[in-house]
C-alpha cells in the first residue's frame, strides 16, 4: 500500500469554557512527502459534563461538532480552527454552540489574528 495515513488528536479548549473538545486531524502520506492536492481533515468533538459523577463514562455526553477541511497545516487560534490552503489562503472554522461553523476564508491582520473575509 503506497499511502499512508497519518491521525493526530489533541484537547483544546475553543470555547474557553474550562471544558476542552476534542480535535482529530487526519492526512495522507504519498510516500513522497504531503501530498499537496490531498485534504487534512479535523473532526471537532464536544464533551458534557454529566450531573452525576457516575455517568462519566456514558456516550451520551459526547457530541460530534462537524469537521474542516484544508491542506497540511492544523492552526488553533483561542476560539478558532484555522486550515490553511496554500500558502496564503485558509478556511476559518468557528464553534458555535454545539456546531462547527465555516465562517469562510480568512486572513492574517496586523496582530496576527485570522479574520473571516468581508469583517
Given amino acids: ?64 461538532a462537524g469537521l474542516g477541511k484544508g491542506q497540511h497545516i492544523i492552526l488553533l487560534d483561542k476560539d478558532r480552527i484555522i486550515l490553511t490552503i496554500g500558502s496564503s489562503d485558509s478556511n476559518l472554522y468557528l464553534l458555535k454552540g454545539d456546531h462547527l461553523t465555516n465562517a469562510g476564508g480568512a486572513w492574517k491582520d496586523s496582530h496576527g489574528r485570522y479574520i473571516p473575509y468581508g469583517n
Fill in 1 to 64: 500500500m503506497k499511502d499512508k495515513w497519518e491521525l493526530q488528536a489533541t484537547v483544546y479548549d475553543i470555547k474557553n469554557d474550562g471544558v476542552p473538545e476534542v480535535l482529530v486531524g487526519i492526512n495522507r502520506w504519498d510516500g513522497d512527502g504531503w501530498d499537496i492536492n490531498t485534504e487534512v481533515t479535523v473532526l471537532v468533538f464536544r464533551f458534557h459534563v454529566p450531573k452525576n459523577p457516575n455517568d462519566l463514562g456514558s456516550s451520551e455526553n459526547w457530541v460530534f
